[in-house]
């Protein structure tokens, strides 16, 4: 299978960058799968995994939001934060959790309510991304 150049971009650092047969990514539009040759494409990304399918197999990240960018020369995922499904520490994400839910009971204001719902979606995804890894 032929392969193209995939660069994931968190905002502090380069979080992978090699050599991919196939990824498939969550939009805010459903799921794309990106193979070598693909139109060139810009898309927002939701809550979702990354399945990155390589030479020796497939790896799984848990992203949040972002966007992805194909053109000829490969593809890049620009994320706030990205992390390996088989490093995610689940205990902690289910506290993540818990606590995200009782802030979203306690938030006074639209602006509370926004950012405590985005916390209790980046949980809920870390979860669902080791719980399918």
């Not at 939009?27 to 979702?48: R, S």
């Not at 939001?65 to 995922?77: P, S």
Request: aromatic content about 6%.
């Amino acid at each position: 299978m032929s392969s193209f150049h995939l660069k994931i971009l968190n905002i502090d650092r380069l979080f992978f960058e090699g050599d991919v047969e196939m990824l498939v990514a969550r939009t805010v539009g459903g799921d794309v799968g990106i193979m070598k040759g693909h139109a060139d494409l810009i898309a927002a990304l939701d809550f979702g995994v990354l399945r990155i399918k390589t030479g020796e197999g497939e790896k799984r990240a848990a992203v949040s939001r972002g966007m992805l960018v194909v053109d000829r020369f490969g593809a890049a995922v620009i994320t706030s934060r990205s992390e390996w499904a088989d490093e995610i520490d689940l205990p902690r994400a289910l506290e993540q959790k818990r606590e995200a839910e009782r802030e979203l009971e306690r938030a006074k204001s639209k602006h509370e309510h926004d950012m405590a719902e985005f916390r209790l979606k980046r949980a809920l995804n870390r979860i669902n991304s080791k719980n399918r890894y």
